[in-house]
């Protein structure tokens, strides 16, 4: 069975690992996976099986129809059984690629919150009609599900599919090795982010709130990994700027991110924008319990007070007084972590997600 994807990009991020993860998992299943990208190739493109094609469409700039048609073109070579498009740019061109779900059965993936943007009413009525092409629409969360209901889209169209996570590739080990690979003291209270420099990733509050809590906690250590998006410069320039400079970790792009997670003792997602976050699966699969930001899904994955902490962190103030309640009892984040181990391994493997798209992609094929 053929699948094409489309995405902006294979660039590092949570929609992009999903994909590449994807394509190995089904390909012993008896599935081949291209990817068309609009933009540009990524690096995850790298981590695709070898018989994976990245089909580049040259998209630049503001809408371009030269790369519908090139996608329109790739559909008439590859012959897929299956297109399945991500988020809204995606959306567009593979409705204008498939003449709106006629040419192949067409799924859309929805991987974060609709944007202040997205909810204007023009932006609405735009997926709407894209969505009357599409055989289903996937959410990584059952939040993100409802939010599309509550917006007037076709709820039979729409189903959860739950991010998942390799338990045997994240796992807990190795954390003195790990912060010494880092540059972390061993007695260190670390608390990381990892991901994209992104607008809603909101890397600058969390380096604020850092810097309130370490008079207070002089053992605390801030750990930033990630590389890419928007705001790269800018959260690298507030970090040198810090008079903590010396207590925060820069550790750039990590093609293997497990060490980065297997060195804090807390992962940190304030974002006010995710579907499912797979930072706090990768990071509670490694034993380490997460403090997220209330909704993107996290309600899902966490159970507050258990196997990790969900607050409102619309400020930095707010972030510091969650950080500063945590760590003042540190005993709490291996029970935690503990739990929250247990918790991914038994209902977000990756296993569980894979079977998931399986089923649906059977399901959408003509038969």
């Given amino acids: 069975m053929k699948i094409l994807h489309v995405v902006n990009s294979l660039d590092p991020g949570g929609m992009e690992n999903g994909v590449v993860n994807l394509a190995r998992g089904l390909e012993s299943r008896g599935f081949e996976t291209h990817v068309a990208c609009l933009e540009r190739r990524g690096v995850f493109s790298g981590r695709l099986p070898a018989s994976s094609k990245v089909l580049l469409l040259g998209k630049s700039g503001g809408f371009s129809p030269g790369a519908a048609w090139r996608l329109a073109r790739a559909i008439t070579q590859l012959r897929p059984d299956v297109i399945h498009s991500h988020n809204l740019g995606p959306l567009i061109y593979s409705g204008l690629a498939t003449a709106g779900g006629r040419r192949c059965p067409w799924l859309q993936g929805e991987h974060s919150q609709l944007t202040a943007e997205e909810r204007l009413p023009r932006r609405l009525r735009q997926r709407r009609w894209l969505y009357r092409g599409c055989h289903t629409i996937h959410t990584v969360s059952t939040a993100m599900r409802e939010e599309l209901v509550a917006c007037g889209f076709p709820a039979q169209k729409i189903v959860a599919i739950a991010n998942g996570v390799d338990t045997g590739r994240f796992a807990p080990g190795g954390r003195i090795a790990a912060r010494a690979a880092l540059g972390v003291p061993p007695d260190a209270l670390c608390i990381g982010i990892v991901g994209r420099f992104g607008p809603f990733k909101r890397h600058r509050q969390l380096i604020e709130a850092f810097e309130q809590i370490v008079p207070r906690l002089p053992r605390a250590r801030l750990l930033i990994a990630g590389g890419g998006g928007s705001e790269e410069a800018a959260v690298h320039q507030r970090v040198q700027a810090s008079s903590f400079r010396p207590l925060i970790h820069l550790a750039g792009f990590q093609n293997e991110p497990r060490a980065c997670y297997q060195a804090m003792d807390l992962l940190v997602v304030p974002s006010i924008n995710e579907g499912l976050s797979n930072a706090a699966l990768e990071a509670m699969a490694c034993g380490v319990p997460a403090l997220v930001r209330s909704g993107c899904g996290h309600e899902q994955i966490i159970t507050h007070g258990h196997d990790g902490w969900i607050a409102g962190l619309d400020s930095s103030a707010d972030l510091a007084g969650s950080l500063a309640e945590i760590l003042a009892e540190p005993i709490r984040l291996v ?25 649906l992609y059977r399901a959408s094929a003509p038969r």
Wanted: zero cysteines; proline letters at 0%.
């Fill in 335 to 359: 029970d935690f972590g503990r739990n929250a181990r247990k918790k991914v391994t038994s209902h977000f493997s990756l296993e569980s997600m894979i079977t998931s798209y399986e089923h």
